[in-house]
T-cell receptor, first 113, second 115 residues
Framework: GENVEQHPSTLSVQEGDSAVIKCTYS??????FPWYKQELGKRPQLIID?????GEKKDQRIAVTLNKTAKHFSLHITETQPEDSAVYFC????????????FGKGTLLTVNP | NAGVTQTPKFRVLKTGQSMTLLCAQD?????MYWYRQDPGMGLRLIHY???????AKGEVPDGYNVSRLKKQNFLLGLESAAPSQTSVYFC??????????????FGAGTRLSVL
């Protein structure tokens, strides 16, 4: 089955710095790659997603890049703010069926004021 | 429009007891999912459904059963709870007939402790 590796498991940055989280996947048929943010005690919520026909997508301070050849994708957060502190999960669709996802184990991002 | 609603929010069980977790969505989504979240393990898919009357196994289905008798509801059952099933359970739903498509919307979670 699909395997998604996420790094780092924890990341601490100073407010205003950039943060990068990387994920690799194993299933070459995967074509949908969402990122979820989960604040402490809350539900996961989608922050950005990318599909295999696109190499990069941006939404204000967040961006995602995808390298299908190397089977990796990354989340970039610029000008980090304390409210960006949360656990971030990457995910990859399983076997080309976009409705089923395998999640990475998560990255705890801490933004220090 | 409540989105995805899970009941109960918290539950404590003794080993061997049974219980059912209820997930309800009001977005007319075809797909529904049950995940468990354990520290350091991310979200792991237990069972899922692609439509009313259908269910399928996910990554960690052992010890759980599900039913989708109505399109808006997805039930997760534990027949004989074990301490290893102590976890936070999340329900989610999605649609292919968007936009947007494929985005999974999560419920608030159920925190289950099995003693």
């Amino acid at each position: 089955g699909e395997n998604v590796e996420q790094h780092p498991s924890t990341l601490s940055v100073q407010e205003g710095d950039s943060a990068v989280i990387k994920c690799t996947y194993s299933d070459s048929a995967s074509n949908y790659f969402p990122w979820y943010k989960q604040e402490l005690g809350k539900r996961p919520q989608l922050i950005i997603d990318i599909r295999s026909n696109v190499g990069e997508k941006k939404d204000q301070r967040i961006a995602v890049t995808l390298n299908k050849t190397a089977k990796h994708f990354s989340l970039h957060i610029t000008e980090t703010q304390p409210e960006d502190s949360a656990v971030y999960f990457c995910a990859a669709s399983i076997g080309g069926s976009n409705y089923k996802l395998t999640f990475g184990k998560g990255t705890l991002l801490t933004v220090n004021p | 429009n409540a989105g995805v609603t899970q009941t109960p929010k918290f539950r404590v069980l003794k080993t061997g007891q049974s219980m059912t977790l209820l997930c309800a969505q009001d977005m007319n989504h075809e797909y529904m999912y049950w995940y468990r979240q354990d520290p350091g393990m991310g979200l792991r898919l237990i069972h899922y459904s692609v439509g009313e009357g259908t269910t399928a196994k996910g990554e960690v289905p052992d010890g759980y059963n599900v039913s989708r008798l109505k399109k808006q509801n997805f039930l997760l059952g534990l027949e004989s709870a074990a301490p290893s099933q102590t976890s936070v359970y999340f329900c989610a739903s999605s649609t292919r007939t968007g936009p947007p498509t494929d985005i999974q919307y999560f419920g608030a979670g159920t925190r289950l402790s099995v003693l």
